[in-house]
C-alpha cells in the first residue's frame, strides 16, 4: 500500500516499514555493528549439574595464540548483590545447573576464544542432582507468584460445591519444558568509556535491561546505553537480561577494548530461560444444566536452585468462566535446572490448555455441545473480582466461529468419522490473554522542513510495532507516513516497557499518540508555522494510566481444528485451524494476521512437537539443538485463518487498541487434543501429542484415556 499520500494509516494494511532493510541486509543486529578493536569471549560452561568448581587451569590455555584472558570466579569483576541471582556470573564455585557459565575466555578471535573456552580444564566437586519434576514432599506453595501474584486464592467453597454437584470432571493434565529459539541468538557488543556503558544487544526492553544491569555494576542508569534497533525474534527469551550478557560486559572491563559473545544453538537451551513443564488438576463441578458451580485449578512447575520462577497456570481460571466457588493453587519444585521464564503467553499457554481441555470433558460428560457449554458459562462481571470488563465478546467470537467452521454439522459422537484408513474429529477451545498498558514515554518533534520525528522507547521484536507506531503517529499528525521519521530501540530513547506480555503497542501508542496530539496543539499556538529550531514536545503516561478505572481488561478468541489419525500408521495430520479474537482496535490488519497465525502455529508445534527431555542422569536437556528439539515446519502448518471482530474499547487507552502477540497461542493446544479426542474417542491429557499416543489410541476402546504410566 503507498504511504505518499495516506492520511490516515491507522487500521491500513501497511507494509512493514523496515521490510526491504531486513530483506537486504541494510538492518543491523546486535552482533552485526562496526567496533573498531573488538574482541571475542567465550564461555566454558558446568558439564556437572550440582556441585562446586575446586579448579579452572587458566594456564593451560593462556598461552595459546590470540587468548588474552580467562575470567573464572577467582578474578572475575565482583558484581552487586540482590539485582538477580541468575546474573550473578562468576561470583561463586557453586554450580546450580549443567551448562552454567564457569569461566570465560577472551581472545582475539572467535575461533581462538571457543577453542581454547572448550579446551579449558575445570574440575568438580560434584553432589547428586534431581532435574526430574515430581509432585512428591519436596513441593510447595509460595506466598506469591515472581514476588507480585498470591500463589494461593479463594472464593466460595469450592469443596461444598463439589461433593454436591451432579457431575464432576477431575483430571490431570501435563505439559512438558518448552524452548524458544528465535532465528537471532542471543547477541552482545559491549563497549565501555571509562564509567559509561554502550551494548550492542539482542532484548526486548532496552530501558529495562540497562536499569538492571546499572544495579549489577553499580553504576547509574543513565551512564548505559543499549541499542536495539532490530531483534531477530524473542517470544519471551530476551525478556530479561541473560548471563551472557554479564560475562561480554565483564569481558570488555578486564581487558580494556570491546567484546563480543553470541550464543550458539546448543547453548541457548541452558543460558536462556524456558517454558517450565507442568503437572495440573483441573475439577469442574456442574449441575446437569451445564452451568458451572466449582471450577478448582492446581498447577506444579518446576524452578531452579537459584530463584523461584511460577508459571502462574491458573489465573485464567479465576475469571474464564462464571462460577461461585473458585479456588486456584500454584506450587513449586526447586530442581538443579536453569531457571525456566517467560514464553509466548506464559502461564496461560499450558493453564489454557488445561482448563479447555477439562470443559471439553466435562461438556461430554454432560452431553453438551462444547461451544454451547461455554456459551452457558458467559460471566457478565469478572467472576473472582467482581470488577467490570472493560469489553469481552468471547461469545461472540464462539459464535463466528463456529459458524465460519461449520460446526453445526458436526457428528458429537467420538470415532464417528472415517475417510478411508483415516479417522477425522473436529475440536474447540477459548483463547485469552489479559491486556497490560504500562507507563511510557514518547517524543514527538516537527521540524521546519514540514517533516516530523517521532522518539520511542519501543521495540520491534518482528512483530510489526514499527510499523503500527509509525502510523499510530501519522494518524494523530494526521500526516503520510513519508513526512514522518520514528526511532526506536535504545535506552536513551527514554521510559518505555519491554516488549513483552502483549503489552508493548498499548502502552507505547499511548505515549506516541499524546506526543503527537500535544505537538499538534503547540503548532496550532504558532499558527501552524514550524520555527527555525523545530517544535518538541515529550508525553509521558505514568499519571494517566495511574489514574485508570480499576477493570479487568482482556483479549478473547475461539479456536477450531479438524485433524485426522491414520489408522495404519497412527500418523496425525491436521487439515485445518480457524480462530476467530477480539482485541480491541486492530491497528495494521496485515502485521496483525501475521502475529495471530504464527502464534496459532506456535500452539499447533506446542501440541505434536514440542518437549524438552530433561536427562535424569546428566541433568541437562538431551535434545539440545534442534536435531533433537522439533518445531513445526511448513508440511505441518495447515490451511490456517485468522479473523478478528470490531471492538471498541476507549477504556483500554485512547488508540484503543489491545495486545494481540500472544492471544493466538492460548487455546490452540487444547483445541487441537480435542479434536484427536473427538476423531478416535481417546483422550490425552500429556502434551506432546505424538504417533505413540495415536498408535495406543487405536489399540484402545473409545472413550479410555491414554495411560499416563505409557510416558
Known amino acids: 500500500m503507498s504511504t505518499s499520500t495516506l492520511t490516515h494509516t491507522l487500521g491500513a494494511p501497511v507494509t512493514r516499514l523496515d521490510g526491504y532493510a531486513k530483506v537486504t541486509g541494510e538492518a543491523q543486529y546486535a552482533y552485526e555493528y562496526p567496533v573498531e578493536g573488538v574482541v571475542y569471549v567465550f564461555p566454558a560452561v558446568a558439564t556437572v549439574a550440582r556441585g562446586r568448581v575446586t579448579h579452572v587451569d587458566a594456564a593451560a590455555v593462556l598461552g595459546r595464540p590470540g587468548v588474552l584472558a580467562v575470567l573464572d570466579h577467582t578474578n572475575a569483576p565482583k558484581l552487586k548483590s540482590g539485582v538477580d541471582a541468575d546474573l550473578m556470573v562468576l561470583q561463586s564455585p557453586d554450580v546450580a545447573y549443567r551448562g552454567q557459565i564457569v569461566a570465560g575466555v577472551v581472545a582475539t578471535s572467535l575461533e581462538a576464544a571457543r577453542a581454547a573456552a572448550e579446551a579449558l580444564p575445570v574440575t568438580y566437586e560434584e553432589e547428586p542432582h534431581e532435574v526430574l519434576l515430581r509432585d512428591d514432599d519436596s513441593v510447595f506453595s509460595p506466598e506469591l507468584l515472581n514476588g507480585m501474584i498470591p500463589a494461593s486464592l479463594q472464593l466460595g467453597d469450592p469443596d461444598a460445591a463439589i461433593a454436591a454437584a451432579d457431575v464432576v470432571v477431575d483430571a490431570q493434565y501435563t505439559t512438558p519444558a518448552e524452548h524458544a529459539m528465535p532465528m537471532e541468538p542471543h547477541a552482545t557488543i559491549a563497549v565501555w568509556d571509562e564509567e559509561r556503558l554502550t551494548l550492542y544487544d539482542a532484548n526486548q526492553g532496552p530501558f529495562g535491561h540497562a536499569e538492571t544491569l546499572a544495579a549489577l555494576f553499580g553504576i547509574d542508569s543513565s551512564a548505559v546505553e543499549i541499542v536495539a534497533e532490530y531483534v531477530g525474534g524473542a517470544f519471551g527469551s530476551k525478556g530479561t537480561p541473560r548471563p551472557s550478557v554479564v560475562l561480554t560486559i565483564m569481558a570488555a572491563r578486564v581487558v580494556e577494548r570491546p567484546a563480543k559473545f553470541a550464543m550458539t544453538r546448543q547453548q541457548m537451551f541452558s543460558l536462556v530461560t524456558h517454558r517450565a513443564p507442568t503437572i495440573?488438576?483441573?475439577?469442574?463441578?456442574?449441575?446437569?444444566?451445564?452451568?458451572?458451580?466449582?471450577?478448582?485449578?492446581?498447577?506444579?512447575?518446576?524452578?531452579?536452585?537459584?530463584?523461584?520462577?511460577?508459571?502462574?497456570?491458573?489465573?485464567?481460571?479465576?475469571?474464564?468462566?462464571?462460577?461461585?466457588?473458585?479456588?486456584?493453587?500454584?506450587?513449586l519444585s526447586r530442581l538443579d535446572i536453569p531457571?525456566?521464564?517467560?514464553?509466548?503467553?506464559?502461564?496461560?499457554?499450558?493453564?489454557?490448555?488445561?482448563?479447555?481441555?477439562?470443559?471439553?470433558?466435562?461438556?461430554?460428560?454432560?452431553?453438551?455441545?462444547?461451544?454451547e457449554l461455554r456459551l452457558r458459562n458467559e460471566p457478565e462481571v469478572d467472576p473472582f473480582t467482581g470488577l467490570e470488563f472493560s469489553s469481552r465478546n468471547l461469545t461472540a467470537c464462539l459464535r463466528e466461529g463456529a459458524a465460519r467452521f461449520d460446526w453445526q454439522y458436526r457428528d458429537p459422537k467420538p470415532a464417528s468419522r472415517r475417510e478411508g484408513r483415516w479417522?477425522?474429529?473436529?475440536?474447540?477451545?477459548?483463547?485469552?490473554?489479559?491486556?497490560?498498558?504500562?507507563?511510557?514515554?514518547?517524543?514527538?518533534?516537527?521540524?521546519?522542513?514540514?517533516?516530523?520525528?517521532v522518539r520511542v522507547g519501543a521495540m520491534d521484536v518482528g512483530t510489526g510495532a514499527r510499523t503500527a507506531m509509525a502510523q499510530v503517529a501519522a494518524d494523530a499528525l494526521g500526516i503520510p507516513l513519508d513526512r514522518l521519521r520514528l526511532e526506536i530501540g535504545r535506552r536513551s530513547l527514554g521510559m518505555a516497557p519491554l516488549s513483552g506480555g502483549s503489552m508493548g503497542t498499548a502502552s507505547w501508542s499511548w505515549a506516541v499518540d499524546k506526543a503527537c496530539r500535544a505537538l499538534v496543539d503547540k503548532l496550532?499556538?504558532?499558527?501552524?508555522?514550524?520555527?527555525?529550531?523545530?517544535?518538541?514536545?515529550?508525553?509521558?503516561?505514568?499519571?494517566d494510566i495511574e489514574g485508570q478505572q480499576e477493570l479487568s481488561r482482556h483479549a478473547f478468541g475461539a479456536q477450531f481444528v479438524q485433524l485426522r489419525v491414520d489408522t495404519d500408521t497412527g500418523e496425525i495430520r491436521v487439515d485445518r485451524m480457524l480462530g476467530v479474537f477480539t482485541a480491541g482496535r486492530i491497528l495494521n490488519p496485515k502485521t496483525a494476521r501475521s502475529q495471530l497465525i504464527g502464534a496459532m502455529t506456535m500452539g499447533l508445534s506446542m501440541a505434536l512437537l514440542e518437549i524438552g527431555e530433561l536427562d535424569p542422569r546428566f541433568g541437562d536437556f538431551a535434545n539440545h539443538d534442534l536435531a533433537g528439539y522439533h518445531y513445526a515446519a511448513n508440511a505441518d502448518v495447515p490451511a490456517i485463518e485468522a479473523h478478528?471482530?470490531?471492538?471498541?474499547?476507549?477504556?483500554?487507552?485512547?488508540?484503543?487498541?489491545?495486545?494481540?502477540?500472544?492471544?493466538?497461542?492460548?487455546?490452540?493446544?487444547?483445541?487441537?487434543?480435542?479434536?484427536?479426542?473427538?476423531?478416535?474417542?481417546?483422550r490425552v491429557r500429556d502434551l506432546p501429542l505424538r504417533i505413540e499416543d495415536a498408535r495406543r489410541a487405536l489399540r484402545q476402546a473409545p472413550g479410555e484415556q491414554a495411560p499416563a504410566a505409557a510416558r
Do not use: C
Open 423 to 453: 479417522l477425522v474429529g473436529t475440536g474447540m477451545a477459548s483463547s485469552t490473554h489479559p491486556v497490560y498498558v504500562r507507563p511510557s514515554t514518547a517524543v514527538a518533534r516537527a521540524e521546519a522542513d514540514g517533516t516530523f520525528l
Open 280 to 331: 495440573q488438576r483441573v475439577r469442574l463441578a456442574a449441575g446437569r444444566d451445564g452451568r458451572l458451580t466449582a471450577v478448582v485449578h492446581d498447577s506444579l512447575n518446576h524452578t531452579s536452585r537459584l530463584k523461584d520462577f511460577g508459571e502462574n497456570s491458573t489465573a485464567d481460571a479465576r475469571m474464564m468462566y462464571a462460577s461461585p466457588n473458585i479456588r486456584t493453587v500454584s506450587r
Open 339 to 371: 531457571t525456566p521464564g517467560f514464553f509466548r503467553a506464559p502461564g496461560h499457554t499450558p493453564g489454557m490448555f488445561a482448563l479447555e481441555s477439562a470443559m471439553d470433558e466435562l461438556a461430554q460428560a454432560l452431553d453438551i455441545d462444547p461451544v
Open 644 to 682: 478478528w471482530l470490531e471492538e471498541q474499547d476507549d477504556r483500554i487507552n485512547p488508540v484503543g487498541g489491545k495486545g494481540i502477540g500472544e492471544l493466538g497461542i492460548v487455546g490452540a493446544a487444547a483445541a487441537l487434543t480435542n479434536a484427536f479426542h473427538h476423531a478416535t474417542g481417546v
Open 524 to 543: 496550532d499556538a504558532f499558527a501552524g508555522v514550524v520555527p527555525e529550531g523545530g517544535l518538541e514536545v515529550q508525553a509521558d503516561t505514568s499519571e
